[in-house]
């Protein structure tokens, strides 16, 4: 099992331009996360889904748009990108249960700069 | 929803020393999780724990959960360099199926 996959694991983007970002598990699991990483300030959640078709605004949500068409994918995309975006954006998964969640899997990050 | 705090922010370690990072919530949690960074890599799961004063142990890694489930610990003896990384704590309100993350933990281990 790959686990899971991001990609791009970078890239470089100008003031305005748009992107999306792809996350992939193989583990059947039901939830899917996106967190951004910056210095000192841990992990910030930004959207998640607890099941294909349904999304869910996060702590940092602003600027951000997702998408979960099909449950092993979960697609963040960018529509205008600022400076402010600059980070490491991580994708994670974790299986159902019932009344709370068990632990996050994480994929390698995708390491944005916006100039 | 919950804020999570933890201290330190930097620990700098002999090898062989023991430490302890705290991690500290605004509110009660239904669990907590710990989480490990290694530089240049991403998170990786350590452990959860669900029940109140709940105390678990990895090899020379103790995790603590506080009685009224607000506050938790991680306790390393004996430190090594591969312990050098940095621990998340993270915690989980009642049934949302998220967590919230402290700003974490950076270990320098010095040999």
């Known amino acids: 099992n790959a686990g899971v996959t991001q990609t791009p694991k970078f890239r470089v983007l100008k003031t305005g331009q748009s992107m999306t970002l792809l996350c992939a598990q193989d583990m059947n699991h039901e939830y899917m996360y996106w967190y951004r990483q910056d210095p000192g300030m841990g992990l910030r959640l930004i959207h998640y889904s607890v099941g294909e078709g349904t999304t869910a605004k996060g702590e940092v949500p602003d600027g951000y748009n997702v998408s979960r068409l099909k449950k092993q994918n979960f697609l963040l995309g960018l529509e205008s990108a600022a400076p402010s975006q600059t980070s490491v954006y991580f994708c994670?998964?974790?299986?159902?249960?019932?009344?709370?969640?068990?632990?996050?899997?994480f994929g390698p990050g995708t390491r944005l700069t916006v100039t | 929803g919950q804020q999570v705090m933890q201290i330190p922010q930097y620990q700098h370690v002999q090898e062989g020393e023991d430490f302890t990072t705290y991690c500290n919530s605004s509110?009660?949690?239904?669990?907590i999780q710990w989480y490990k960074q290694r530089p240049g890599g991403h998170p990786v799961f350590l452990i959860q724990?669900?029940?109140?004063?709940e105390v678990k142990k990895q090899k020379r890694l103790t995790f603590q959960f506080g009685e009224a489930k607000k506050n938790s610990s991680l306790h390393i003896t004996a430190t090594q360099t591969t312990d050098v990384g940095t621990y998340f704590c993270?915690?989980?309100?009642?049934?949302?199926?998220?967590?919230?993350f402290g700003a974490g933990t950076t270990v320098t281990v010095r040999a």
């Open positions: 724990l669900v029940k109140s004063g």
């Open positions: 994670a998964s974790s299986p159902f249960r019932a009344g709370g969640s068990y632990e996050q899997y």
């Open positions: 509110t009660t949690l239904s669990n």
């Open positions: 993270a915690g989980e309100g009642s049934n949302d199926y998220k967590l919230s």
